[in-house]
């Protein structure tokens, strides 16, 4: 047994399973918060007790963390894709909020509380600027606002010993969301939103939860850190890695933003319970830039990407084709 008890919230997801599987590996006795109802799938074999938080009573998740004498927490769970901002605050800032009361309630308060946040906080930059810690945060999506309104509750604990990171964009074995673009390669075809130039940024799976390790053992407390593999690419880059492991030739398309704009927005009028992906709010984030620094948490936490795009696609397209998931 060890005495660093680690929470994972969101633990089956695509993130938090991988970070289960890094912390038992990096000597933590593993908690995986997750609900009744959710797919275990990711956690299969890991020798991890799964709990059951009640997010809507800080008593509760108060009794859960003394019960098993949690020591760190790592709070990954978070909801990407809602109806409303009352559906987004609901899961990414209250539910912050209860954990973080619960923690200081705790018989034993939590020796570290990590945020994994996201750049979504910052809102897009200008082709050719950066984004750093010091810029103003400016969301533009119903996301990027909940994640920042859980940033600034969780101000409001100054005793609590927090870290808040903000990855970009996040892929790698497992993930749904850039599989869309994989796939689309796969079958011959690239699409783009318009034609403005465009600077991304993007951190595989394991950086980031290596980066959250790093949190957890840091003595640092009260910091916030961007987080990529600490590179910037122009808008085809990501695709062209997939079709140099693939070898594929494609056919490149860039479909006018206001034309995917117009289709969005009368799709959701007549689908009104639609969740997706794309959406007129997210599509504030997909035409803008994410071009980024890293130099904070390399010199305050010790982070080392160890994915560039070219080794962090081709880990992922193996993964994916070896349990013949591209199909």
């Avoid at 954990?99 to 570290?112: C, D, F, I, M, N």
Wanted: positive net charge.
């Amino acid at each position: 047994m060890t005495d660093k008890k680690l929470l994972i919230t969101g633990a089956n997801g695509f993130v938090g399973s991988h970070l289960a599987e890094m912390a038992l590996d990096n000597g933590f006795e593993v908690y995986a918060a997750v609900r009744k109802t959710s797919d275990l799938t990711n956690l299969e074999g890991l020798n991890i007790q799964l709990v059951y938080p009640d997010y809507r009573n800080v008593n509760s998740v108060t009794a859960l963390l003394d019960q098993y004498g949690i020591t760190h927490i790592a709070h990954v769970a978070g909801l990407t894709k809602a109806k409303s901002a009352e559906d987004y605050t609901n899961a990414n800032a209250t539910v912050t909020v209860t954990l973080a009361r619960a923690s200081l309630a705790a018989k034993r308060p939590v020796e570290k509380f990590v945020f994994v946040s996201s750049m979504a906080v910052m809102g897009p930059t200008t082709s050719g600027k950066s984004l750093s810690e010091e810029a103003a945060p400016q969301p533009v999506t119903l996301y990027g606002k909940s994640k920042w309104q859980a940033e600034q509750y969780l101000q409001q604990y100054p005793e609590l010993p927090l870290i808040t990171l903000r990855p970009t964009a996040v892929y790698g074995p497992r993930d749904k969301d850039m599989q869309i673009i994989i796939n689309m390669v796969r079958k011959g075809w690239e699409l783009y939103l318009g034609r403005a130039a465009q600077q991304l940024s993007f951190i595989y799976v394991k950086d980031l939860c290596r980066a959250v390790l790093l949190a957890l053992d840091s003595q640092v407390t009260r910091q916030t850190f961007i987080l990529s593999d600490g590179e910037n690419y122009n808008r085809y880059d990501f695709a062209q890695q997939v079709k140099k492991d693939l070898n594929r030739r494609t056919l490149r398309l860039h479909i006018p933003v206001s034309i995917v704009s117009g289709a969005l927005g009368i799709l959701e009028k007549i689908m009104p319970s639609r969740t997706s992906i794309l959406n007129k709010d997210k599509l504030k984030e997909l035409i803008g830039s994410w071009a980024c620094s890293i130099q904070k948490a390399k010199t305050e936490l010790g982070y080392q990407p160890q994915y560039p795009l070219e080794k962090g696609v081709g880990e992922t397209i193996a993964w994916n084709q070896a349990r013949n998931w591209s199909k």
